[in-house]
């Protein structure tokens, strides 16, 4: 079962890299919530609503790489826990920046054995 989280981690990941938005959300069930920075979203639609927004008020930004790191991945049952570090450098507005993150995800597995994100934490990696 670790190998197929870390391959829907893998999936999440590839998508958000590669902004295959429509497969990134993919990656998460209807009934996930998430927690980007100081924004709480407490469905998946509020959330893609939000991303949305935010892209169409940046249509000039772009990821230009992903680094990540798996720091923990913990099995619980039909859940799991997998912590991770993010690097990612982009091409904004203000020009190139580089931003680091930490980030919980929580997926669970679904009754047809996909396992999906029910829940996304992401912060900045404090100075």
């Known amino acids: ?4 989280v870390r391959e829907a981690y893998e999936q999440l990941v590839a ?19 998430v927690i980007d920075g100081a924004r709480w979203f407490g ?14 008020e940046h249509d000039g930004s772009a990821v230009l790489s992903v680094d990540t790191r ?6 619980l049952g039909d859940a799991a826990v ?7 450098r982009e091409r904004t507005d203000a ?3 580089t931003v680091h993150e930490r980030e919980t995800i929580v997926f669970a597995k679904q009754p047809d ?3 999906l994100v ?10």
Not at 1 to 4: A, D, G, H, V, Y
Not at 70 to 75: A, C, R
């Open 1 to 4: 079962m670790e190998s197929q």
């Open 15 to 33: 998508a958000f890299r590669e902004g295959r938005v429509d497969d990134k959300f993919a990656c998460f069930a209807d009934e996930a919530t």
């Open 43 to 56: 469905s998946l639609d509020e959330y893609r609503a939000a991303w949305d927004r935010w892209a169409a």
């Open 70 to 75: 798996v720091m923990k991945l913990q099995m």
């Open 82 to 88: 997998l912590v991770h570090s993010i690097q990612t």
């Open 95 to 97: 020009g190139e920046e």
């Open 113 to 115: 054995g996909r396992w």
């Open 118 to 127: 029910v829940h996304q934490h992401l912060s900045p990696v404090p100075d």
